[in-house]
């Protein structure tokens, strides 16, 4: 686990009186970029300047070794020699540092011969001794299963990975910012349901000891945001962590995050605007336009976006009525014809998303909305007026992918029940992704709850647009592995 080197360094800073990993250090500190910007004023003033950071690089021999340190800023390089620090912390340096440490360094400012602006150090202490090694710089870690695995190194290795991390989270800070601005409350809904639903996923399962219950982790907030509206809250969201028993691609991880928003007195059209004003704001707060390259294309995010329904959306890119999947022995030939593996059940909400995913979806690049879905494959959703086979829901597509998922929301306690009960039947004949019967939402919707629109986005998906990754892996911190092997 640790390096015997690095050990023996350890040893040696002990006997040789220094705390390797001391309660606190230097605070008054200037970060790197600080430094190099003030260079001029700190030289003609003749002041010393503290910084601190991880060595990155060490470097010389004899009587003199040049050292790199990053900070959370960037980084800055220090020359140590015996005649400035004295024999004894020289020799400290010398026999004691390590790639990897974490130490706090004081000194004078100047510039080398090649005008690098380095600090003369003075006075050197360890924050922290490292004890395993860091990837080696110029390759860093190249093996895809070690970087996710060891991710902590590969952020150390890569630091465009912690920029991306740190764009992750400024897209997160837009989006707050936007709903909050528009009068929107963010909430916290429950993470352990005694009841899962809200979307047509597959569960995590758990048990629960102390009630003797079974319990799961949410696939969705939709029911309990939707109870917040029923209780009087018009206009809320939740940045929700979601989880779905489903398999790993470069577009899905069993854990992900989603943004739900709801309002009430409004429908799916408004969530058409909604989604529009959002998404395309975000892109311009975090790139500085509308238009930006993913995958070899030019994306315009400027409203209005393209809309389709998705009949229309099955004639132009699958060749096909959508009613035709009602009947299986045609749906089955049509799947083996185009080479479409069913991973759903084989009935008309399986045919139907099958067909979606890989006929229609992937030729959709520009942002478009495709909206008006079978009910099958919306529990939720309220009904077209005058049109009993499809309900009110839309999904946004971008680069060939599913963005963002939204209803004019189901508010008829008695349609609620039905299909409810209907999503049990698909249950019983195989189909593992359908709606358990939530009695207490149903009665939850009894009470009331007004005209509302539902939208959720997927974050990570978004994340990877904007930070232009073709795997969801990349732009999360931990992205969920098969346990290693102990014997490996």
């Not at 999904?395 to 004019?408: H, L, P, T």
Request: aromatic share 10%.
């Amino acid at each position: 686990m640790f390096n015997e080197s690095m050990i023996n360094k350890l040893d040696f800073l002990r006997e040789s009186g220094v705390d390797p990993y001391p309660p606190r250090t230097e605070m008054n500190t200037k970060p790197s970029t600080m430094v190099k910007r003030e260079f001029d004023k700190l030289k003609e003033a003749g002041d010393d300047v503290t910084v601190h950071g991880r060595v990155m690089a060490v470097r010389g021999h004899g009587k003199a070794r040049f050292v790199v340190i990053r900070d959370e800023a960037g980084e800055i390089q220090l020359y140590c020699r015996i005649d400035v620090m004295g024999e004894d912390s020289y020799e400290t340096v010398k026999k004691g540092l390590d790639v990897g440490d974490f130490i706090v360094a004081t000194g004078s400012v100047f510039k080398t011969r090649t005008e690098e602006i380095t600090v003369e150090v003075q006075r050197l202490n360890w924050a922290t001794k490292a004890l395993v090694p860091l990837p080696e710089k110029f390759h860093g870690l190249t093996d895809p299963e070690i970087r996710y695995r060891k991710r902590q190194m590969d952020m150390i290795s890569d630091p465009t990975i912690l920029s991306r991390l740190r764009v992750r989270n400024r897209i997160l800070q837009v989006i707050r910012k936007i709903l909050w601005d528009k009068g929107f409350e963010e909430v916290e809904t429950p993470i352990l349901q005694p009841l899962y639903g809200g979307a047509l996923a597959k569960p995590f399962e758990t048990h629960h000891n102390a009630l003797d219950m079974p319990a799961y982790l949410r696939i969705a907030p939709e029911l309990y945001l939707k109870r917040l509206v029923v209780g009087g809250m018009t206009k809320i969201f939740e940045m929700s962590k979601c989880f779905r028993n489903e398999g790993i691609s470069p577009l899905h991880n069993p854990e992900f995050t989603m943004l739900e928003l709801y309002e009430a007195w409004t429908c799916y059209r408004r969530m058409m605007k909604i989604s529009e004003e959002l998404v395309s704001t975000t892109v311009k707060e975090i790139t500085g336009g509308f238009i930006i390259e993913y995958e070899g294309n030019q994306i315009d995010f400027t409203p209005p976006w393209t809309q389709i329904t998705m009949a229309d959306a099955f004639k132009q890119y699958a060749g096909l009525d959508i009613e035709q999947l009602r009947d299986d022995k045609f749906a089955l030939s049509y799947m083996k014809e185009n080479g479409i593996q069913m991973e759903k059940a084989k009935n008309f909400k399986g045919f139907c998303d099958e067909v979606f995913k890989k006929k229609v979806v992937p030729n959709l690049i520009q942002p478009t909305i495709v909206y008006d879905y079978p009910i099958e494959m919306s529990p939720l959703a309220k009904l077209i007026p005058g049109d009993d086979r499809y309900v009110e829901r839309f999904q946004f597509i971008i680069s060939g992918f599913e963005m963002g998922n939204a209803f004019s929301e189901l508010n008829d306690p008695q349609d609620q029940l039905k299909r409810f009960e209907s999503q049990l039947d698909l249950k019983k004949s195989g189909d593992d992704e359908s709606h358990e019967i939530d009695n207490d939402y149903v009665e939850a919707l009894g009470v009331g709850m007004p005209p509302t629109g539902g939208l959720g986005i997927g974050i990570d998906r978004l994340v990877m647009v904007l930070t232009g990754q073709t795997t969801i892996r990349e732009v999360l911190a931990f992205p969920q592995l098969r346990k290693k092997d102990a014997n490996k």
